[in-house]
């Protein structure tokens, strides 16, 4: 079976993709974020299935209900795609009018998403902000990978508990019109290292450049060689979920999740 991709004319995530680019430029659609998430929603779906044979472990892609601080419940409706991992209880032979046993569940992926009008280093920083806060609270100790989306543009990261950065190495965000850096970003928000995943360029010298952002635009075609303009952008997101499928992750979801 040829492979999927998520911009195929026959996936979901390709006609909601279309609908954030379009509401991007409209005055009013720009500051509706459901759109985002509708996307996002589906992005992940060809690379995580759902279902599995009996016994081996499936993933759950869900949009997620809210954790965070709670005095900040308000500000923050839930906006984040959360891709989860399910590992099933050993096969046993089911009794007759017993509830089975649930799977194990961890969460591998968090997707902040945000309306296209928050496109601008303060949106990126907004959304870097909330995105550490619901980290914190929800995850203190376990290892997340986590996209912040932003209308049709995206960036990655992961979330560390384990090892925070030194202070010398923590990310610096660069303001607009080089005015100069937030530097407040968490030690626990990360780069993932470019030898696991060749081909970022969205963070230099410790700096995120929310101009070097990617795009989900797969339409555009380079007029010098025909091809997809950004094919490099969307083949560095399906390396990125190859990653987080084959990355060893340390404990399980608390049982309330």
Known sequence: MAQ?????PTE??????????????D?????????VWHAWEHIPRPYFPDHAPVGTDHYAIEREAYRGPQAKTTEHIPDVIVV??????????????????????RDVLWIECKAPVEMAPHGWHTVLGEATDRLASAHTNREVFLILAIGMKWMCFVWNPAAPLPQNQRLRLRMANN??????????????????????????NNVIETNLA????????NPTTNLQAHLGDLTLLENLFAIIQNHQYVGWNPAHF
């Open 4 to 8: 999927r991709h998520f911009w195929d």
């Open 12 to 25: 979901a995530a390709s006609s909601r993709i279309i609908v954030v680019d379009e509401f991007s430029t």
């Open 27 to 35: 005055a009013q659609q720009k500051k509706k974020e459901a759109a």
């Open 84 to 105: 989860r991992v399910r590992h099933p209880p050993p096969p046993a032979q089911p009794t007759p009018g017993q509830r089975p046993q649930r799977s194990q569940e």
């Open 179 to 204: 005015a100069g850096f937030w530097d407040d970003i968490d030690t626990r928000i990360q780069p993932i290292p470019a030898a696991a995943l060749p081909g970022q360029r969205h963070i230099v």
């Open 214 to 221: 990617y795009t989900l635009n797969y339409w555009d075609v």
